[in-house]
């Protein structure tokens, strides 16, 4: 299976960017799909889930400002991410979650986020 990533870019704070993670698998076989990211000189955090039940979930930190859904036609994972901040600043990453499995597992390159203050 692949995760491609895409979306990121150079903005400026309080503006919006749109990733989307393109799965090559049917993603309802997953048990979830997850949005992660790398700060420079940070390890990588947990941002979001969507899990095949429909259940979604945020870290704290973007609560009421990012939004994860999903495309099931599409096979597509997107991260609408609003009022973005310097601290957004990351390679976000596209992650898939298999059932019985206990950890994302699958993994995507990339994309990288930049907001500029």
């Known amino acids: 299976v692949q995760l491609v990533e895409s979306g990121g870019g150079l903005v400026r704070t309080g503006e919006s960017l749109r990733l989307s993670c393109a799965v090559s698998?049917?993603?309802?076989?997953?048990?979830?799909m997850a949005w992660f990211r790398q700060a420079p000189g940070k390890e990588r955090e947990w941002v979001a889930s969507i899990f095949n039940s429909g259940a979604i979930t945020y870290t704290d930190s973007v609560k009421g400002r990012f939004t994860i859904s999903r495309d099931a036609a599409k096979s597509t994972v997107d991260l609408q991410m609003n009022s973005l901040w310097p601290e957004d600043t990351a390679v976000y990453y596209c992650?898939?979650?298999?059932?019985?499995?206990?950890?994302?597992?699958?993994w995507g390159q990339g994309t990288r986020v930049t907001v500029s203050s």
């Open positions: 992650a898939a979650r298999r059932f019985g499995r206990s950890a994302f597992e699958i």
């Open positions: 698998e049917t993603i309802s076989t997953f048990l979830a």
